[in-house]
């Protein structure tokens, strides 16, 4: 039995934390703020309550292997699993709206026609039969395998098998998302739909490699999910299968330095002055955090993938609504900036700030346990802004509320109050400077786009969570706590559990 501290209570922490703990080892969790689940906050007031982090759950699969592989109870037993459907609206900048079914190609190819006119459901069918292409291509080494040690390889081949484009006198592959938009999807509307899966992630479609096809893909194929009660209620039942298997959580317990001890990691110390040994120590935490807990040392060696430092940020509105929630609202409601070029110049340009008009996603979930009662409603708010000191304050709320308008009718006359959330208080729940949050682990672009491996330049520690690989988002986290998990206790030569 190993003694193995975990720092940081987030949900990639967490899961490795859970397996490490089946495997028979004794676990810490050291935690710097009072709860768990880092991102996975909760606002509540007046008998509200709102995710203060991400409000859907993709691929619930990599969850319920966790809750499969460390006890009796399977996820959905201990969480209300519910599918999405439609998976989201659409409503883009010249008017028009779609509703796109959840995980049903007919079903999406026959509502993309009918709201864009015929062909447009087909060209985007199409366009998901070459995503599944780079879907399978991909997943094993950027979600369930360790992060190859040529993960070069990774950065230069483009799974995304992209059409040929003759323009003039040469003939072109699109390369970027922003480029299958324009030369394979060829209408406005279906490229704001697909760019909108890059900006959800916090990326600029213009630079995304064609690789992110891989993001519509697989919430098209695995559906979109909720949690009932809200994303955090997942956090919750992560939270409480880590005790059931013997995991002890330490709050308030803020880790400031790893001890070494001949070239190994020896244990954490900590902000009360104390100190723990560990044989693993396992760091959930951003980059900046674990280069202070280290002093300075680097954690990656030469030719290793270089940590991603985040660019984005997201701006986060809760709205308490008087009078019900309309029967046969959409969950998810994605409003389309009008200025597509001045929200990505905004955002991703030389001085980055937040949109003027930006994209927003409206969250309307259908569940009395955020609402006093059934006369109210809960809508969650969220546009993307730069991880920047000072951006993306609450003085652009207005801005969110304003295109949420078209979203949610007699928006402003139902509103009872609003809540804002800024990059300050993503940082406050995650530790990440500037409320970065990270994207997941994408191929090609050069290997930009992936995530630092597991392990590190010193024997013993071992990184875990969205800022490791395969990177952000929830499903990647999970699987970062399986990967680590397998490596504790398989050694260097695991390969992936499935
Ligand atoms: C507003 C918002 C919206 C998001 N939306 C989505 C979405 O739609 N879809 C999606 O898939 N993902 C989304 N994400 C990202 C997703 O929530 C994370 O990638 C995922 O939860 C993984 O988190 P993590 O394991 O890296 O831990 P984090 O959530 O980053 O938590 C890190 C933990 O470490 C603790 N910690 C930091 N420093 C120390 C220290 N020195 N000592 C002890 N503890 C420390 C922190 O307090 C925190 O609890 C969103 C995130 C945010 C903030």
Redesign the pocket.
């Known amino acids: 039995m190993a003694r193995i501290a975990v720092?940081?209570?987030?949900?990639?922490?967490m899961a490795a934390a859970a397996r490490l703990a089946v495997a028979g080892h004794r676990v810490t969790v050291?935690?710097?703020?009072e709860t768990y689940?880092?991102?996975?906050r909760r606002f509540e007031r007046d008998g509200f309550a709102f995710d203060?982090?991400?409000?859907?759950l993709?691929l619930p699969a990599v969850w319920r292997d966790l809750f499969v592989k460390t006890g009796r109870e399977p996820l959905e037993e201990c969480v209300g699993l519910v599918q999405v459907d439609p998976s989201s609206r659409h409503l883009f900048a010249d008017g028009t709206e779609v509703a796109v079914p959840n995980a049903s190609r007919a079903g999406v190819v026959t509502a993309l026609d009918e709201a864009l006119g015929r062909g447009a459901g087909q060209r985007w069918g199409d366009f998901l039969v070459r995503a599944r292409d780079a879907w399978d291509r991909t997943r094993r080494p950027l979600l369930e395998e360790p992060l190859w040690p040529d993960w070069r390889v990774l950065g230069e081949r483009e799974p995304y098998p992209a059409l040929p484009h003759k323009r003039l006198l040469r003939t072109r592959r699109a390369g970027t998302l922003a480029e299958i938009g324009a030369w394979e999807l060829r209408d406005a509307r279906l490229a704001a739909l697909l760019e909108s899966h890059a900006l959800?992630c916090g990326l600029d479609p213009r630079r995304t490699p064609a690789s992110a096809a891989v993001l519509p893909y697989m919430e098209h194929a695995f559906g979109t999910w909720y949690v009932r009660g809200g994303l955090r209620e997942l956090a919750a039942a992560v939270h409480e299968r880590c005790r059931a298997r013997g995991v002890e959580f330490r709050f308030g317990?803020?880790?400031?330095g790893i001890t070494e001890k001949d070239g190994r990691a020896a244990g954490v110390e900590l902000a009360d002055g104390t100190a723990a040994e560990a044989d693993h120590v396992v760091a959930?935490?951003?980059p900046g955090?674990l280069d202070r807990?280290l002093g300075g040392a680097p954690v990656r060696g030469d030719g290793e993938v270089p940590p991603q430092r985040g660019t984005a940020s997201?701006l986060?509105v809760l709205l308490a609504l008087r009078g019900a929630r309309p029967a046969g609202t959409a969950h998810r409601t994605v409003v389309h900036t009008p200025d597509r070029e001045a929200e990505l110049e905004s955002l991703f340009g030389a001085a980055p700030r937040p949109a003027a008009r930006p994209t927003v996603t409206v969250l309307r979930p259908d569940d009395p346990r955020l609402v006093p009662d059934a006369e109210h409603e809960a809508v969650t708010l969220?546009a993307v802004v730069p991880a920047r000191p000072g951006a993306g304050g609450r003085e652009h709320a207005e801005e969110l509320i304003t295109a949420a308008e078209r979203a949610v009718p007699g928006l402003r006359d139902r509103l009872l109050w609003h809540e804002v959330?800024t990059p300050a208080d993503?940082e406050a729940?995650?530790?990440?400077a500037d409320?970065a949050?990270?994207p997941p682990a994408l191929a090609a672009a050069g290997g930009r786009l992936l995530h630092p491996s597991n392990g590190t330049r010193l024997g013993g520690l071992f990184t875990?969570?969205?800022?490791s690989h395969p990177g952000?988002?929830?499903?990647h986290?999970g699987m970062s706590g399986a990967l680590v998990a397998g490596l504790i206790v398989e050694g260097p030569g695991f390969r992936g559990s499935r």
Do not use: C, K, N, S
């Open positions: 720092i940081g209570a987030g949900m990639g922490a050291y935690e710097r703020t689940g880092g991102a996975l203060t982090g991400p409000g859907l993709p959800a317990a803020e880790v400031t959930g935490v951003a955090v807990l997201r986060t969220t959330r993503v729940a995650t530790g990440a409320g949050v990270p875990v969570g969205g800022w952000g988002g929830l499903p986290a």
